[in-house]
């Protein structure tokens, strides 16, 4: 029950801790006259990761592999299939095609990626910096495109900015305000990890199994929280554009940092299967928004179904 507490705890101060964070940062991106489209990019679609990114380093410092990979495996998995499929049941996601065709494509590829480089089992630090190069790369990639060719996606992360409408406006709350985020989100993970790893030893789940889904989804409530309040708001590229960016900052950032800090061990049922389903719904996403260009109703209860099914075959047929 103490170790429930725990992961409970760590997640309300992860939550708490990468909204603070974000606020800040905008507040601060703002009064340094940072554009609107490159604070919704970097800040707010990445900044959303800001609990994923730090469980997964404090664990591979940590030694706890499982953890650091299965919180970015089953995050990315968990905001396509859960969080998505509970926004386009909400509103049914219409997307601009342009960019988001451009992040998708990108989800896909860094996909593929993760896979080619645990072929061998593990990822080093010669893995961790392609990753972060391949992040560079996108990162200029999308300035580029929006800055000189007015992608439509530029309106996205303008919005996306503008989703977190209550930013301090003082230097003192600025500041206050990411000092704090970073603080609760450091002493989040560690009361987080705590927990995970009591409930797994408590009950004989291996910690990939806890990091895939239990750390994952606590950890992606950032996401799920801006996702949920844009198809409220009808700001169905928000929600879409959040993910894709997130998604993308999860493998190539912070699996990234992590290996550079610690090379780490890919545990085997993440090679058989976790992975396979990382790629299959990236791929699944990739078809509806080229297909119908939109996320129906129908689309996001298949998208839930799938995560439902998901976490019975993690834990019965692939809790090993």
Same mark, same amino acid.
């Given at each position: 029950?103490?170790?429930?507490?725990?992961?409970?705890?760590?997640?309300?101060?992860?939550?708490? @801790?990468?909204?603070? &964070? *974000?606020? #800040?940062?905008? $507040?601060?991106?703002?009064? =340094?006259? %940072?554009? !609107? +489209?490159?604070?919704?990019?970097?800040?707010?679609?990445?900044?959303?990761?800001?609990?994923?990114?730090?469980?997964?380093?404090?664990?591979?410092?940590?030694?706890?592999?499982?953890?650091?990979?299965?919180?970015?495996?089953?995050?990315?998995? @968990?905001?396509?299939? &859960? *969080?998505? #499929?509970?926004? $386009?049941?909400?509103?049914? =996601?219409? %997307?601009? !095609? +342009?960019?988001?065709?451009?992040?998708?494509?990108?989800?896909?590829?860094?996909?593929?990626?993760?896979?080619?480089?645990?072929?061998?089992?593990?990822?080093?630090?010669?893995?961790?910096?392609?990753?972060?190069?391949?992040?560079?790369?996108?990162?200029?990639?999308?300035?580029?495109?929006?800055?000189?060719?007015?992608?439509?996606?530029?309106?996205?992360?303008?919005?996306?900015?503008?989703?977190?409408?209550?930013?301090?406006?003082?230097?003192?709350?600025?500041?206050?305000?990411?000092?704090?985020?970073?603080?609760?989100?450091?002493?989040?993970?560690?009361?987080?990890?705590?927990?995970?790893?009591?409930?797994?030893?408590?009950?004989?789940?291996?910690?990939?199994?806890?990091?895939?889904?239990?750390?994952?989804?606590?950890?992606?409530?950032?996401?799920?929280?801006?996702?949920?309040?844009?198809?409220?708001?009808?700001?169905?590229?928000?929600?879409?554009?959040?993910?894709?960016?997130?998604?993308?900052?999860?493998?190539?950032?912070?699996?990234?940092?992590?290996?550079?800090?610690?090379?780490?061990?890919?545990?085997?049922?993440?090679?058989?299967?976790?992975?396979?389903?990382?790629?299959?719904?990236?791929?699944?996403?990739?078809?509806?928004?080229?297909?119908?260009?939109?996320?129906?109703?129908?689309?996001?209860?298949?998208?839930?179904?799938?995560?439902?099914?998901?976490?019975?075959?993690?834990?019965?047929?692939?809790?090993?």
């Amino acid at each position: 029950m103490l170790n429930i507490l725990f992961l409970l705890i760590g997640i309300a101060l992860l939550t708490v @801790g990468g909204e603070a &964070l *974000i606020r #800040g940062s905008l $507040a601060a991106a703002k009064r =340094l006259g %940072v554009s !609107p +489209l490159l604070s919704g990019l970097v800040i707010v679609g990445f900044g959303t990761s800001a609990p994923e990114l730090v469980v997964s380093v404090n664990a591979a410092v940590e030694g706890r592999p499982d953890i650091a990979i299965g919180n970015v495996v089953g995050s990315n998995i @968990g905001n396509i299939l &859960l *969080i998505l #499929g509970i926004c $386009a049941l909400i509103s049914p =996601l219409a %997307v601009k !095609p +342009l960019a988001l065709r451009r992040d998708a494509v990108t989800v896909v590829s860094a996909s593929v990626l993760f896979l080619v480089l645990v072929g061998g089992s593990s990822l080093g630090r010669a893995d961790a910096a392609i990753f972060l190069v391949a992040l560079g790369a996108y990162l200029l990639w999308a300035y580029w495109s929006e800055s000189f060719h007015a992608a439509p996606s530029g309106e996205l992360h303008q919005a996306e900015a503008d989703e977190l409408s209550t930013i301090p406006k003082t230097v003192l709350w600025t500041v206050t305000a990411v000092v704090v985020g970073l603080l609760l989100l450091i002493g989040g993970s560690q009361v987080l990890l705590i927990g995970a790893i009591g409930i797994a030893a408590h009950f004989g789940v291996p910690e990939a199994v806890i990091g895939l889904t239990l750390v994952a989804v606590g950890t992606s409530l950032p996401e799920l929280s801006i996702s949920v309040i844009a198809a409220i708001r009808r700001h169905a590229d928000v929600a879409v554009g959040n993910i894709l960016g997130s998604n993308i900052f999860n493998l190539l950032g912070i699996l990234g940092v992590s290996a550079l800090l610690q090379p780490l061990p890919v545990h085997a049922r993440i090679l058989q299967f976790d992975q396979w389903v990382m790629l299959g719904t990236s791929l699944l996403l990739l078809l509806f928004l080229y297909t119908g260009r939109r996320l129906s109703r129908m689309e996001g209860g298949v998208l839930l179904i799938g995560y439902g099914i998901y976490v019975w075959l993690s834990f019965t047929v692939f809790g090993g």
